[in-house]
């Protein structure tokens, strides 16, 4: 079927797959990161993303900040107010059941999805970009990604809280043992793995309009890359997320705009099916 | 130095330890004897506060920790090499170490700790890059080991250190344990190996079903009928 596409149709599949591809890999990354260190899914993960999006949205209308520049200004914002919520609500519960986290981080949903609905209405919004060239604006978001991809890499991998970080997250007990603060560790996770997700909500609203119920799909097609990628897998968040984007690009442009959501939902089945640990992932011991 | 005084302690309903008093002294090399499932492990995890007592109390150099954070009692100078290893599977055994020299203290003299670790463990020099998860039992053991020392403790607590090592390794690691307690690291040390553990430790204690059930100098303890009967089969 690929064959019958016109080379210029096939690069704007890849270029648009790239460009959603970016937003997963942020988004999944983020989430990656809280599963990884704290073993809690944070249900709400695609509210963070879009509270992002509205940040950098008020400040481009109300501050008339570039949305580029206003990327990790609400990057600092969603991030403090990951700190905050953690150390909140999900230190409160944290260990004592499954059910308990996972009710926290439901009705985390809501409670943000109501307040962004109060604080921006329900209609749709969209960050005006700057520059006339969609083109540019493809390249930026690339160029973007790949430099907070590249700190989120050396930060985890090359500085002393990113090992205590990663120690936390292989071996808790190891880890407390070595001295460290892990539910100090716990909450700055949390907020870097929202920071992370409000870049990407800039992204989502500079590309397309954003209401407070637009991240429910994205946070689950994360789950999706997330466990694609194999759950903890550094790595495997950023090939699944543009492989994700790809392959999403690839099923609307020939098979049509419906399949969009459902067709990362079928390959997450078949993947199961034939390699339960992700594709990335290692078995369980 | 390290005062545990009358405690008990339990995993949910279950109470493991009763009533269990031990003190370590600086400079000293204490162990902590007694079969499977006697609570070793437990008294051990209770000290760094992995668990915290029901009742009694645990002081280290005249401050109460027993209801301190982990983080906190390492950071005073308990440093323990857990059973079984409890590496970091997914670094490198260099990073490993790094870990190990997480506390300012310890930090400051991390390349001088190095050194002195890639003496006593060249492979762990040779193997320095490779992820900790591909290194074999013994070298896993050797490199919790090395990362305890890597905190530099003032108090090294070991849950046996040489579980499942060959002899001769098991014979280094004794080695080891009296070179670092003459460098000044007082050392508890848990052990099933009775005659070895004796050999090198000052004093002994006897856990029996979460009990402590005999304590006394080294001598007196390998001279005890009871022990003889039970654990060194004379
Ligand atoms: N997490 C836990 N929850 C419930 N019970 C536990 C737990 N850990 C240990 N126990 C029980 O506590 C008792 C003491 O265990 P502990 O590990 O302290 O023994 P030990 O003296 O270290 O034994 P070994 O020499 O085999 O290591 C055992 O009966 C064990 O089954
Ligand atoms: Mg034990």
């Not at chain 2, 493991?16 to 492990?41: F, Q, Y």
């Not at chain 2, 014979?171 to 344990?177: A, D, G, L, S, W």
Request: charged share 15%; net charge neutral; glycine share 10%.
């Amino acid at each position: 079927m690929l064959l019958a596409i016109s080379p210029p149709i096939l690069i704007q599949i890849i270029v648009w797959g790239l460009i959603v591809g970016c937003i997963y890999v942020l988004l999944a990354s983020g989430l990656n990161l809280i599963f990884g260190v704290m073993k809690v899914v944070n249900f709400a993960h695609g509210e963070f993303m879009i509270l992002g999006g509205y940040i950098s949205y008020s400040l481009s209308i109300f501050v008339g900040l570039n949305p580029y520049l206003s990327i990790f200004v609400s990057m600092i914002v969603v991030g403090v107010l990951g700190v905050i919520i953690e150390r909140v609500c999900f230190h409160q519960i944290l260990g004592t059941s499954k059910l308990n986290e996972l009710i926290l981080s439901l009705g985390l949903i809501y409670v943000l999805q109501n307040t962004m609905s109060i604080l921006w209405t329900d209609y749709p919004v969209l960050i005006n970009s700057p520059f006339e060239s969609r083109v540019l604006d493809w390249v930026i978001i690339i160029g973007i990604t790949m430099l907070i991809m590249t700190g989120f890499y050396i930060l985890i991998r090359r500085t002393k809280i990113g090992r205590a970080m990663r120690a936390t997250s292989q071996n808790r007990v190891a880890a407390m043992l070595m001295g460290i603060n892990v539910e100090h560790i716990n909450m700055l996770s949390f907020g870097l793995g929202t920071a992370l997700a409000a870049t990407a909500g800039t992204l989502l609203a500079i590309i397309t309009s954003i209401t407070p119920y637009s991240g429910e799909i994205p946070a689950l097609k994360a789950f999706t890359i997330i466990i694609l990628g194999g759950l903890g897998s550094p790595l495997g968040a950023v090939i699944g997320g543009l492989g994700y984007g790809l392959i999403e690009s690839v099923a609307v442009t020939v098979l049509g705009g419906t399949w969009r959501d459902a067709v990362g939902f079928i390959i997450l089945i078949l993947v199961l099916i034939i390699r339960p640990m992700g594709l990335f992932g290692e078995k369980e011991i | 130095m390290l005062e545990v005084d009358h405690i008990s302690a339990s995993y949910g309903n279950i109470q493991i330890l009763w009533d269990i008093s031990l003190n370590v002294k600086e400079g000293e090399i204490v162990t902590i004897l007694g079969p499977n499932g006697a609570g070793k492990t437990t008294l051990v995890k209770t000290i760094l506060g992995l668990l915290h007592p029901n009742s009694g109390s645990i002081k280290f150099l005249d401050k109460r920790i027993d209801k301190l954070p982990t983080y906190k009692i390492v950071n005073m100078g308990i440093v323990l090499v857990p059973e079984g290893r409890e590496i970091f599977p997914k670094m490198t055994v260099y990073e490993n170490l790094l870990l190990g020299a997480y506390g300012k203290e310890a930090e400051k003299n991390k390349d001088q700790s190095l050194e002195m670790i890639f003496q006593i463990f060249p492979i762990l020099k040779e193997r320095r890059k490779q992820l900790a998860q591909t290194l074999s039992g013994g070298e896993q053991q050797m490199l919790a080991i090395a990362r305890g020392l890597m905190s530099k403790p003032k108090l090294l607590i070991m849950d046996e250190p040489s579980l499942g090592l060959a002899p001769i390794i098991v014979q280094k690691i004794f080695r080891v344990i009296r070179e670092i307690n003459e460098k000044g690291v007082t050392l508890l040390l848990v052990e099933q190996n009775v005659h070895r553990a004796l050999e090198i430790a000052n004093r002994g204690y006897l856990l029996e079903a979460g009990k402590m059930v005999l304590s006394g100098d080294w001598n007196e303890l390998l001279a005890n009928e009871y022990v003889k009967k039970a654990y060194l089969g004379l």
